[in-house]
Nanobody, 115 residues
Framework: QVQLVESGGGLVQAGGSLRLSCAAS????????MGWYRQPPGKQRELVAAITWSGSTNYADSVKGRFTISRDNALNTVYLQMSSLKPEDTAVYYC?????????WGKGTLVTVSS
């Protein structure tokens, strides 16, 4: 089994920054992909950013140039550095790990951006 624990959410003013962390534990395959999704109030969950074991990244158009995803394979941890935050970034942010065609999810951390 795989467990994911997110941290770093909170309330921030527009234009501010936050850094999310997600620590994975359990049976982690070294080639697992990791990423961040978010679910704004009343909307569906959407991909924010993803990163492969080798460091290749993929971003949603809405966050390109503002968010940076990174990972520490030795610690099985993925990070999301969020800058120039906007009110529309308000959402519950979920950590994701994908291995062997199976998705694992954290419980989510709330990010609220005030205008």
């Amino acid at each position: 089994q795989v467990q994911l624990v997110e941290s770093g959410g909170g309330l921030v003013q527009a234009g501010g920054s936050l850094r999310l962390s997600c620590a994975a534990s359990g049976s982690i395959f070294r080639f697992a992909s990791m990423g961040w999704y978010r679910q704004p109030p009343g909307k569906q969950r959407e991909l924010v950013a993803a990163i492969t074991w080798s460091g290749s990244t993929n971003y949603a158009d809405s966050v390109k140039g503002r968010f940076t995803i990174s990972r520490d394979n030795a610690l099985n941890t993925v990070y999301l550095q969020m800058s120039s935050l906007k009110p529309e970034d308000t959402a519950v942010y979920y950590c994701n790990l994908n291995q062997w065609a199976t998705d694992y999810w954290g419980k989510g951390t709330l990010v609220t951006v005030s205008s």
